[in-house]
């Protein structure tokens, strides 16, 4: 056993030196007091461990003493054990209220005594134990709380703004914080980018799983990646950052109101559709990949769907935690009952009735999983643009040249438009010329890889049928691709007011006659001529030589 | 017991009862380790008959699994007797390209 400090309070001189004995003989340290004012003036020098108190003493009685003892002391217990010659219950009494913890009789019995400091001794290890985790506890709670608090505002900051975005969204989370994300945002070109991510379970831990896949999604889609890229280089990070077991199954979406197109890459999430304003299920996009963050990206499947709508409608895209949700007969909830609450006209607010539903079918239960849910609008227009940002100027070289050459293997493994966004990004453009300069690249560099390269026929494109025939045989060909070269060059050259980039896309195909198209209006061109007659509308001169295999465009960087 | 392990000479087989997902994470640890100790196990199957449903972190655990059995030289890990409603949940999560799944 330890040794206690023991304060020994006894008017009596002769009381006070037999107990002090017993209980140095015990093997504990002794401290004395003849009265209860002074046994409260030794508590404010050194606490004891321990107080063996007489009851009846001049000045102030044991009764008062310990009632003030426990009064100032009241952070930490210390046992009190009365000594008293007198045995009636009634003062017994007296003292365990008046804050006493036991009793011993005088004369004072040695091995009564010894067992009694014993689980005395016991008892207050198990309180000091206790007020020592609840300090710790409440440590731990307080820097929780902290902690949580910043996580809050960072991830709010990270996904909070949905401005011009025109998107509907809810997120319920499971606990405070979701596993589920829901981020947006416009590429350079007009095509709106978004994603529904849900990760590993929920809570923090699964709010921290999410970071670097909206970060890589924000970033890339500024520069005008295309979300197949954005998508690969999410499972790259998150399967280089995560341990095996996390992952983030997620849908990633781009609207292209001018293509009237959807495109998505689904990995994971059990719901994704078109809906059209008749509110029926138009197109599902089905799970065709394991969730980001599982495979090593050269197992990596970045292949797409597309869509291409001819009457608008609304983007749906929904988590586990939705389509799991549980009512109160443990029966799901009907998916198409939901769609069917989506026959509206796609500008108006859509999501609240879809959110009472939802939360009506859990009947006032917790949502076992992370709810999420976002409708996009799917029309001719996102909506109108916000203020463009003027990038920061930066010192760079006025006349400079540059030429890429890409093989079959290069187009094959479409490496051409990542590594020219990459070009496009670093050579100091506005943002306006930016997405300008990616229009016209897109659209060239497709056209001499579609149509020269790989010779299909651009008016099957257009018909709805055709649509889907076309993609395939482009796939199936570009798969294939043995032959052919797409050469890109471009160069910055001083103009007499402005700046001037040139463009020069050369390929390999057959040629066409570009006259037509080059000479048409863009409101009355043909479907499949409103790309070239865009870029003729956006250039200083646009040039086609080799019978339609080399164009050559100049562009002003006013 | 809501996780149980079988070893029957170089098989072993692992079974999951009722919701398969993270309160079952220490059982299934414990039984992974203890099958997995053994040196001379082939093959290792993971059957699910009993199990009605399972999250992500329950897909988690098998991913872990599936390395662990990778770093023991184990050269079958099967997924068995799947009900529906999780055959339904390894289909979207795509998990038939990466486990055998019965």
Same mark, same amino acid.
């Given at each position: 056993m330890q040794t206690l400090n023991v304060l020994v309070v006894d008017d009596s001189n002769v009381n006070r030196l037999v107990v002090s004995r017993l209980i140095q003989a015990l093997g504990h340290q002794v401290v004395t007091a003849e009265d209860g004012a002074q046994a409260l003036a030794c508590c404010e020098t050194m606490l004891p461990d321990l107080i063996l108190m007489d009851v009846i003493m001049p000045h102030m009685d044991g009764l008062e003493a310990t009632r003030r003892i426990r009064e100032r002391f009241n952070k930490r217990w210390i046992p009190i054990i009365f000594l008293t010659g007198k045995i009636e219950q009634e003062d017994m009494l007296a003292g365990l209220e008046a804050g006493g913890d036991d009793y011993l009789t005088k004369p004072v019995d040695i091995k009564l005594l010894t067992a009694k400091i014993r689980v005395m001794s016991r008892i207050a290890d198990m309180q000091q134990r206790i007020s020592q985790d609840a300090q710790r506890l409440e440590a731990y709670y307080l820097s929780n709380e902290m902690e949580q608090q910043l996580a809050e505002h960072v991830l709010h900051n990270l996904y909070g703004d949905r401005s011009q975005t025109g998107i509907e969204q809810w997120i319920l989370p499971a606990v405070q914080f979701s596993g589920d994300i829901i981020t947006a945002a416009?590429?350079?070109?007009?095509?709106? +980018?978004?994603?529904? !991510?849900?990760?590993?379970? +929920?809570?923090?831990?699964?709010?921290? !799983?999410?970071?670097?896949?909206?970060?890589?999604?924000?970033?890339?889609?500024?520069?005008?990646?295309?979300?197949?890229?954005?998508?690969?280089?999410?499972?790259?990070?998150?399967?280089? +950052?995560?341990?095996? $077991?996390?992952?983030?199954?997620?849908?990633?979406?781009?609207?292209?109101? @001018?293509?009237?197109?959807?495109?998505?890459?689904?990995?994971?999430?059990?719901?994704?559709?078109?809906?059209?304003?008749?509110?029926?299920?138009?197109?599902?996009?089905?799970?065709?990949?394991?969730?980001?963050?599982?495979?090593?990206?050269?197992?990596?499947? !970045?292949?797409?769907?597309?869509?291409?709508?001819?009457?608008?409608?609304?983007?749906?895209?929904?988590?586990? $935690?939705?389509?799991? !949700?549980?009512?109160? @007969? $443990?029966?799901m909830l009907s998916l198409e009952r939901l769609c069917s609450m989506l026959a509206s006209p796609y500008t108006l607010p859509a999501i609240a009735p879809l959110r009472e539903q939802v939360i009506a079918h859990l009947a006032g239960h917790e949502n076992a999983d992370d709810i999420s849910l976002v409708l996009a609008p799917c029309a001719a227009s996102i909506g109108p643009a916000g203020p463009a940002t003027q990038n920061a100027m930066f010192t760079q070289l006025s006349n400079w040249e540059l030429r890429l050459d890409f093989g079959p293997k290069e187009l094959r493994e479409e490496l051409g438009m990542a590594t020219l966004l990459g070009w496009l990004n670093q050579i100091g453009l506005s943002e306006a010329q930016l997405s300008d300069m990616l229009l016209i690249v897109t659209e060239l560099f497709n056209n001499a890889l579609d149509h020269g390269v790989l010779a299909l026929d651009s008016s099957e494109k257009h018909s709805s049928a055709g649509f889907t025939s076309y993609l395939m045989k482009r796939a199936g060909k570009l798969f294939g691709l043995e032959h052919g070269w797409i050469q890109v060059a471009m160069s910055h050259v001083t103009g007499e007011d402005f700046p001037i980039l040139k463009l020069c896309i050369h390929d390999s195909g057959q040629g066409f006659d570009a006259a037509p198209f080059l000479h048409s209006e863009l409101e009355d061109a043909a479907p499949h001529g409103r790309g070239i007659a865009l870029v003729n509308r956006l250039c200083r001169s646009v040039r086609y030589r080799e019978n339609g295999r080399r164009v050559e465009v100049e562009y002003v960087l006013r | 017991m809501s996780v149980t392990f079988h070893l029957r000479e170089q098989e072993a087989t692992i079974q999951i009862h009722g919701h398969f997902n993270f309160s079952q994470h220490g059982a299934f640890r414990d039984a992974c380790k203890a099958v997995l100790a053994h040196p001379h196990i082939k093959s290792l199957e993971i059957n699910l008959m009993e199990v009605d449903h399972l999250d992500s972190s329950a897909l988690g655990m098998l991913l872990v699994l599936r390395d662990q059995v990778a770093d023991h030289h184990i050269q079958r890990l099967l997924i068995s007797n799947t009900k529906p409603v999780v055959r339904q949940i390894f289909a979207i999560a795509k998990f038939d390209k990466f486990f055998e799944i019965d």
């Open positions: 416009r590429s350079p070109t007009d095509t709106l +980018h978004i994603m529904l !991510a849900d990760s590993t379970g +929920h809570g923090l831990s699964a709010a921290i !799983a999410c970071l670097p896949a909206a970060t890589v999604f924000y970033a890339m889609t500024q520069k005008g990646f295309s979300i197949n890229a954005i998508a690969r280089e999410i499972n790259k990070k998150l399967k280089q +950052h995560l341990p095996v $077991g996390r992952f983030v199954a997620a849908t990633l979406a781009a609207i292209n109101p @001018q293509e009237k197109t959807v495109t998505v890459w689904n990995g994971g999430i059990p719901f994704a559709a078109f809906i059209n304003e008749q509110g029926r299920i138009e197109k599902q996009f089905q799970s065709s990949n394991p969730p980001l963050g599982i495979l090593r990206n050269m197992d990596f499947d !970045a292949s797409v769907e597309v869509y291409r709508w001819s009457e608008p409608g609304r983007l749906m895209i929904c988590s586990d $935690g939705l389509t799991e !949700a549980k009512g109160a @007969q $443990g029966d | -």
